[in-house]
């Protein structure tokens, strides 16, 4: 066996036969040297035995390598330090002297967090707890994975298993991001106290969003009313039911730290206000809002407000729904939230049944605490739904609660929220605040460089793309529709331009219309009807009396009794235009009414054809289109036996008005001219209706384009701001004028 002689102290002549695992170098030395090396790191792990084995002690209070005159052995000299290597039993002595701390104090000061405040005999080290926080936070692991990932590298055999400090390894880790939130916000050392902390004091802000005093510029209250949508807050709204919790515990046992002092707030479960119904399209959250099963259940879920623009969360907007998405939550959550942007004057608020939720909104203030009230006479307050989920409402919402309609909205989309809910949701099991508004922050400069670079170019493309569009219509139509848009954003009640109105005949009303004529024609004596209860046979025999020529074409129809039965919605029935082509004659009074229908059929297929067209982004749309367009070429086949007046449908008509607009060279198609009854003169209500969204369409690229600007500009006001922390220490204290700098060069 080869002696290998210690190389740690000059002149020792022991022999080396310790390797340290987390030294750098693979260097052995004697037990003596071993320790002497690691007095300063007491946590490394050696190869088959551990320093506690070799006899190092750790002592506080005092330098590296300096013995205190009056040590205090802690309990059992075994004490436990969990450190992202593993589970340590240490020997540690506490300072005893004459200037000593408290033990809690003495291993702060080494960097160590205790499990508890009195006789601590477990720590974790403040580089665990980050490290675990940071684990949390990105690989969305539990608190108990990782306490088991250290537990495998203490001792992976099972055979020197550590014993179990779960329960205390939780504690800590919810102890002390807490307690680092509380220093970060500067309020560990407030001299009021940390009881003095206020709700909401303790998140992250937003350093785009409007903050009066903070970013944006003076006089901005003095804005001109067509740019006072720049200084206005874009909020979301929305629920998470993935984030449910069970009742295993209860606030005595297992009390929260900060009591609403950041994000999450409590909400009172106790109310017993009932959800209105949605008079829009079925919205569950409105109508299930009071069944939902909340058997052994704590929280159904949680809802949320957050900046719609750049997708960080408000001050006190988190909350647990107790059943449901009922709006005794949400109501109490949104104007919670507001009394942290109680100055900014212009609000809009994005929530997929804002519809339904915004009705009663201000009324139903007067059911919270008088502390969370506004006044909403100062505000100018626009609720508006989500793109995504704007198609599931009736028409009469998809105009009024649009984001592309309403003036001031620029290219918001309001999906930020659901974004948020993919990056929590797979820790669903173990909720907890994550650092998602730090990231948020962090990545501002970036996210607004790339965002500049995508939107100017989109702005310049859609405002060419109006221009040429506009070359096709009248001057005298554009100013009339400008004037339609204006009045209608100025108020609603106006005959909204957007709106597709039926302005020709359709199936319904020609049937109704046919009605009425029969019944003056009956009070005139005049009875062109058939019997109210007429059978298909009766009416293929009565078919012979209106239409005589009937019976010569049915007996020229081959009878082939080897065949198979021909199903009844395929057999023939011989309308008034196949007599025509046939070169035969019927009745006058049934080629009108096959004409008004068949007129009537046309119009309704167009108008599918438009409303499909305009959500061809769903390809389920496509086979919508495709019956729409069936349904006309039958329209079309039969009225162009009758007479001539609708063009034929080929496939290359059937595009969107966008698209024809693409680069100016291919034409609009037909269907968009189709003037449904008016004069080649005039202009449709469907072509009005595209230009409407198209010139909004480039006013909202415009308008973010503009918001851009102005929120880059408050983002380097409001970090100006921060970085006047140094101005906010106590002179007389030498370590806060230490950790506001610092905060302050971040």
Same mark, same amino acid.
């Given at each position: 066996?080869?002696?290998?002689?210690?190389?740690?102290? *000059?002149?020792?002549?022991?022999? +080396?036969?310790?390797?340290?695992?987390?030294?750098?170098?693979?260097?052995?030395?004697?037990?003596?040297?071993?320790?002497?090396?690691?007095?300063?790191?007491?946590?490394?792990?050696?190869?088959?035995?551990?320093?506690?084995?070799?006899?190092?002690?750790?002592?506080?209070?005092?330098?590296?390598?300096?013995?205190?005159?009056?040590?205090?052995?802690?309990?059992?000299?075994?004490?436990?330090?969990?450190?992202?290597?593993?589970?340590?039993?240490?020997?540690?002595?506490?300072?005893?002297?004459?200037?000593?701390?408290?033990?809690?104090?003495?291993?702060?000061?080494?960097?160590?967090?205790?499990?508890?405040?009195?006789?601590?005999?477990?720590?974790?080290?403040?580089?665990?707890?980050?490290?675990?926080?940071?684990?949390?936070?990105?690989?969305?692991?539990?608190?108990?994975?990782?306490?088991?990932?250290?537990?495998?590298?203490?001792?992976?055999?099972?055979?020197?298993?550590?014993?179990?400090?779960?329960?205390?390894?939780?504690?800590? =880790?919810?102890?002390?991001?807490?307690?680092?939130?509380?220093?970060?916000?500067?309020?560990?050392?407030?001299?009021?106290?940390?009881?003095?902390?206020?709700?909401?004091?303790?998140?992250?802000?937003?350093?785009?969003?409007?903050?009066?005093?903070?970013?944006?510029?003076?006089?901005?209250?003095?804005?001109?009313?067509?740019?006072?949508?720049?200084?206005?807050?874009?909020?979301?709204?929305?629920?998470?039911?993935?984030?449910?919790?069970?009742?295993?515990?209860?606030?005595?046992?297992?009390?929260?730290?900060?009591?609403? #002092?950041?994000?999450?707030?409590?909400?009172?479960?106790?109310?017993?206000?009932?959800?209105?119904?949605?008079?829009?399209?079925?919205?569950?959250?409105?109508?299930?809002?009071?069944?939902?099963?909340?058997?052994?259940?704590?929280?159904?879920?949680?809802?949320?407000?957050?900046?719609?623009?750049?997708?960080?969360?408000?001050?006190?907007?988190?909350?647990?729904?107790?059943?449901?998405?009922?709006?005794?939550?949400?109501?109490?959550?949104?104007?919670?939230?507001?009394?942290?942007?109680?100055?900014?004057?212009?609000?809009?608020?994005?929530?997929?049944?804002?519809?339904?939720?915004?009705?009663?909104?201000?009324? &139903?203030?007067?059911?919270?605490?008088?502390?969370?009230?506004?006044?909403?006479?100062?505000?100018?307050?626009?609720?508006?739904?989500?793109?995504?989920?704007?198609?599931?409402?009736?028409?009469?919402?998809?105009?009024?609660?649009?984001?592309?309609?309403?003036?001031?909205?620029?290219?918001?989309?309001?999906?930020?929220?659901?974004?948020?809910?993919?990056?929590?949701?797979?820790?669903?099991?173990?909720?907890?605040?994550?650092?998602?508004?730090?990231?948020?922050?962090?990545?501002?400069?970036?996210?607004?460089?790339?965002?500049?670079?995508?939107?100017?170019?989109?702005?310049?493309?859609?405002?060419?793309?109006?221009?040429?569009?506009?070359?096709?219509?009248?001057?005298?139509?554009?100013?009339?529709?400008?004037?339609?848009?204006?009045?209608?954003?100025?108020? &609603?009640?106006?005959?909204?331009?957007?709106?597709?109105?039926?302005?020709? +005949?359709?199936?319904?009303?020609?049937?109704?219309?046919? =009605?009425?004529?029969?019944?003056?024609?009956?009070?005139?004596?005049?009875?062109?009807?058939?019997?109210?209860?007429?059978?298909? =046979?009766?009416?293929?025999?009565?078919?012979?009396?209106?239409?005589?020529?009937?019976?010569?074409?049915?007996?020229?129809?081959?009878?082939?009794?080897?065949?198979?039965?021909?199903?009844?919605?395929?057999?023939?029935?011989?309308?008034?235009?196949?007599?025509?082509?046939?070169?035969?004659?019927?009745?006058?009074?049934?080629?009108?009414?096959? #004409?008004?229908?068949?007129?009537?059929?046309?119009?309704?297929?167009?108008?599918?054809?438009?409303?499909?067209?305009?959500?061809?982004?769903?390809?389920?749309? &496509?086979?919508?289109?495709? +019956?729409?367009?069936?349904?006309?070429?039958?329209?079309?086949?039969?009225?162009?036996?009758?007479?001539?007046?609708?063009?034929?449908?080929?496939?290359?008509?059937?595009?969107?008005?966008?698209?024809?607009?693409?680069?100016?060279?291919? *034409?609009?198609?037909?269907?968009?001219?189709?003037?449904?009854?008016?004069?080649?003169?005039?202009?449709?209500?469907?072509?009005?209706?595209?230009?409407?969204?198209?010139?909004?369409?480039?006013?909202?690229?415009?308008?973010?384009?503009?918001?851009?600007?102005?929120?880059?500009?408050?983002?380097?006001?409001?970090?100006?701001?921060?970085?006047?922390?140094?101005?906010?220490?106590?002179?007389?204290?030498?370590?806060?004028?230490?950790?506001? =700098?610092?905060?302050?060069?971040?």
């Amino acid at each position: 066996m080869l002696y290998q002689t210690c190389q740690g102290l *000059p002149g020792c002549p022991n022999e +080396a036969v310790i390797c340290c695992r987390d030294c750098e170098g693979l260097q052995l030395y004697c037990q003596g040297c071993t320790v002497v090396q690691h007095i300063a790191m007491p946590l490394h792990v050696m190869e088959c035995i551990s320093l506690h084995n070799l006899g190092l002690c750790v002592q506080l209070g005092h330098p590296p390598g300096v013995m205190c005159c009056n040590p205090a052995p802690a309990f059992d000299n075994d004490f436990i330090v969990l450190e992202i290597n593993g589970i340590h039993s240490v020997t540690l002595n506490f300072c005893n002297c004459t200037t000593v701390q408290t033990h809690n104090i003495q291993l702060l000061r080494a960097h160590w967090y205790p499990s508890t405040t009195t006789n601590p005999w477990t720590a974790a080290t403040f580089c665990l707890l980050d490290h675990f926080q940071m684990y949390t936070f990105e690989s969305k692991g539990s608190a108990f994975e990782y306490y088991q990932l250290l537990s495998c590298l203490t001792d992976n055999t099972g055979t020197h298993q550590p014993k179990d400090h779960y329960e205390l390894f939780l504690r800590m =880790s919810c102890q002390h991001p807490h307690l680092t939130s509380l220093l970060r916000a500067g309020h560990s050392h407030d001299p009021s106290g940390i009881l003095s902390t206020k709700e909401g004091e303790l998140t992250i802000l937003c350093p785009a969003c409007p903050q009066p005093g903070r970013n944006l510029l003076q006089g901005w209250e003095n804005a001109p009313p067509n740019v006072k949508w720049l200084y206005g807050l874009f909020l979301a709204i929305d629920a998470n039911f993935w984030l449910c919790h069970r009742n295993k515990s209860s606030n005595q046992a297992g009390p929260g730290l900060s009591n609403g #002092w950041s994000y999450f707030e409590v909400l009172d479960a106790s109310s017993g206000q009932l959800q209105e119904k949605s008079s829009c399209a079925g919205h569950n959250a409105v109508n299930l809002a009071d069944t939902k099963n909340t058997c052994g259940m704590a929280a159904t879920g949680v809802g949320a407000i957050v900046c719609a623009c750049h997708n960080l969360t408000c001050p006190s907007a988190v909350g647990d729904l107790q059943k449901g998405e009922r709006y005794v939550n949400m109501d109490y959550l949104f104007f919670l939230t507001l009394q942290h942007a109680s100055d900014v004057h212009v609000l809009t608020v994005s929530y997929d049944i804002a519809c339904q939720w915004s009705k009663h909104l201000w009324t &139903q203030m007067s059911w919270y605490p008088s502390r969370i009230h506004l006044q909403p006479n100062n505000k100018v307050f626009t609720s508006i739904v989500l793109k995504f989920h704007l198609l599931a409402h009736i028409l009469s919402c998809q105009t009024t609660y649009s984001l592309n309609l309403i003036k001031g909205m620029a290219r918001t989309d309001g999906k930020a929220i659901e974004q948020g809910w993919s990056n929590i949701n797979p820790i669903a099991m173990s909720t907890q605040e994550m650092d998602w508004n730090w990231h948020k922050v962090c990545n501002l400069g970036p996210f607004f460089l790339w965002t500049l670079k995508e939107v100017i170019p989109e702005r310049d493309q859609h405002i060419f793309d109006l221009r040429d569009f506009e070359e096709a219509i009248p001057p005298v139509s554009l100013v009339a529709w400008q004037v339609m848009i204006t009045e209608w954003e100025q108020d &609603q009640s106006k005959p909204n331009p957007f709106k597709l109105e039926a302005s020709v +005949a359709m199936q319904a009303s020609i049937r109704l219309e046919l =009605s009425q004529l029969k019944g003056q024609q009956l009070s005139h004596g005049v009875n062109t009807s058939l019997h109210p209860d007429i059978s298909p =046979s009766v009416l293929v025999a009565i078919q012979m009396l209106y239409m005589p020529c009937i019976a010569h074409l049915r007996s020229n129809t081959p009878d082939m009794p080897n065949l198979p039965e021909e199903p009844v919605h395929c057999i023939k029935l011989w309308m008034p235009s196949a007599v025509v082509n046939m070169g035969m004659t019927c009745d006058i009074n049934l080629y009108n009414i096959e #004409w008004k229908l068949r007129c009537a059929q046309a119009y309704d297929a167009l108008q599918e054809l438009h409303k499909h067209l305009s959500q061809a982004v769903i390809n389920t749309v &496509q086979l919508k289109i495709d +019956a729409a367009a069936t349904k006309y070429c039958t329209a079309w086949a039969a009225l162009d036996s009758l007479s001539v007046k609708f063009p034929k449908l080929n496939d290359d008509n059937i595009r969107g008005m966008t698209e024809a607009q693409a680069g100016g060279e291919v *034409p609009v198609s037909w269907i968009w001219k189709q003037h449904h009854g008016a004069g080649e003169e005039e202009l449709s209500t469907a072509m009005r209706v595209e230009w409407c969204k198209a010139c909004t369409c480039a006013d909202r690229w415009a308008e973010e384009v503009d918001l851009l600007q102005e929120e880059m500009q408050r983002v380097l006001a409001y970090f100006d701001w921060q970085g006047r922390w140094v101005d906010f220490a106590v002179q007389e204290n030498e370590a806060l004028i230490a950790y506001t =700098s610092w905060q302050a060069n971040i």
